[in-house]
Structures are given as C-alpha cells and as structure tokens.
C-alpha cells in the first residue's frame, strides 16, 4: 500500500483593508495555527476601495477559506457576497466572510466578540442588564444588536449626531426585543443610575491620540459599574484609568478583539480556538502583562 503524497499546499485567509499594514489580526491567527498544528496561513492584504470587487473575485479564484474585513469594506463588500447571517444582516456590515462550497457568507463577530468577552472575562451576564453604548458607528451598531440579542433589557445609544443615534434605536426597537433610546451628548455625559454596563465604543483614546477620552461626567461612574473599551492599542486606555480612579471594573478592548478573532478561527476551520495563545500573542506585540 502506497502512502498517501504529502501537500504542500496551505489553507489561506487573510485581511483586507486600507490602510492594514498596522492590523495586528496576523499575530493571533497565525499563532493559533500553530498551536493546532494546522497548515493554515493568514494574509495581511492591502485593498484599496476601487479593487475591492477583484479583491473578491480574487478570493474565490484562489479558492481561499475566508477573509475578514476592516476599514473601509465592511459595508462595501455586502453585494460582492452570496448570503449573511442574520446578525450581519441586522448590524448591516461584515468583518468577516467564510467559503460554504462556492458560496461566500458574511458574518459580523465584532459583536459576538464584544459579548463573549463580557461574560468571560468580566463575568457578567448581559441578560436583564442596562448598557449604555457611548457612540453609534460601527462598533456600536455591532455591540448593541448582539448585546440586544443576547439578553440585555435596555440599551441606551448616547451619540453627538441625534439622526445616526436615532436610527440605530430605531433598528433595536424593530429587530430585537431590548428597550432602547437615545440620548444627546452635550458636554460630559452622566451615566444614569440605573446603568449596569458602560461601552465606549467611538475611536476616542485610539493610538496615536492616546490623551483622548469621551467625556463622561466623573462622578457618574460608580463602582458597581462595569466600564469597556473596544479600543485595543491602547489596551489600557485614559478612559479605563478614569474609571478605574472612580472604583469601576473595566474590560479593556483586547478581549474583544481576541475573542472575535476566534470565533472566526472557528468559523474558518472547524477547531476550537486556542483562545489563550492567541490573546499572549497579541499581549506581546502590545507590551501588556
């Protein structure tokens, strides 16, 4: 019996984005590949606006596992896809596409990432609790639908454009069973009372504008208030500190990242994650314990 000829043919998924070169993504997937052993690769890929219907096309003609998807084609990639999921359908963006067949599939794991990450590592249950998302973009679309749909019995979108807010609890009211409304960010924002969880989900302390925060009236934040940041470079930003100052628990943005990380490790090859190599990983390349 003769033995079965060796491949050397690697499974490929990647990133494409513009600009991409910083995007850590790489680190985690690659080692978490080889800690299964897999002979998987992950490719960091420049895609300018303009070549992103040939970036797809490419995708397919290289008979590629997947992809995820970063600024700016979330969006601009949903009529390049066969289907979504119906969280991606609900959020209205995808970051990350898996190959069914002949068929690509869009999903968003910013969400899932960012729930999954509160109940594992903060260890709080989102279920009958009081969010309060600071901003209405991306980030906050994703959090507030998966947290909606995960339980949450109301979510607050504070944001300072009021139609973008608005819209966004529009969309919780229609399409999920949470409570939700809107309120105006003028000035420093107070926290109600009745708030479980506090979200900064705006681009405010991302590197290199590490000073920045949102401006949240200090004295609002209590300690037992559960304050996160979806911001991952920095991990520990200003935010965080002034929270942690104030009493509050935190949950920095890593978590997120990595945990939305796995969930498409999984998606792509059928393995669990090994979630704990992948955050040492990114944890180094940020110099964080």
């Known amino acids: 019996m003769s033995e079965e000829a060796p491949s050397y043919r690697a499974e490929l998924v990647g990133v494409f984005g513009h600009p991409v070169a910083e995007n850590p993504t790489i680190i985690m997937q690659e080692e978490g590949f080889k800690a299964l052993g897999l002979n998987w690769r992950y490719l960091t890929i420049e895609v300018r606006p303009e070549q992103l219907a040939d970036a797809i ?58 729930v999954r990450s509160v109940r594992e590592e903060a260890g709080v249950d989102p279920r009958g609790k009081h969010i309060v998302l600071l901003g209405a973009g991306g980030a906050a679309r994703a959090i507030s639908v998966e947290m909606a749909l995960a339980g949450a019995g109301h979510i607050t979108i504070v944001n300072r454009t009021p139609e973008r807010g608005q819209d966004l609890v529009r969309l919780l009211r229609a399409k999920t069973p949470a409570g939700a409304e809107f309120a105006p ?33 200090l004295g609002s934040i209590r300690p037992d208030l559960l304050v996160c940041d979806v911001i991952p470079n920095p991990p ?54």
């Open 57 to 114: 096309r490419g995708l397919r003609a290289f008979n590629m596992a997947g992809i995820n998807l970063t600024i700016p084609h979330k969006v601009a990639v949903l009529p390049f896809l066969d289907d979504l999921s119906p969280e991606a359908e609900l959020v209205g963006a995808v970051n990350t596409v898996v190959r069914e067949g002949d068929r690509l599939v869009g999903h968003n794991t910013d969400g899932k990432g960012f």
């Open 185 to 217: 960010w003028r000035g420093k924002y107070v926290v109600p009372a009745g708030a479980d969880i506090l979200v900064n989900a705006t681009s405010l302390g991302l590197y290199p504008n590490v000073k920045s925060a949102p401006l949240v009236a």
């Open 236 to 289: 520990h930003t200003a935010f965080l500190r002034t929270a942690e100052a104030r009493g509050a628990r935190t949950l920095d943005g890593l978590g997120m990242l990595v945990t939305q990380s796995a969930i498409a490790f999984e998606m792509w090859t059928g393995h669990e994650a090994p979630v704990a190599v992948m955050r040492q990983a990114l944890e180094k390349v940020f110099g964080t314990p």
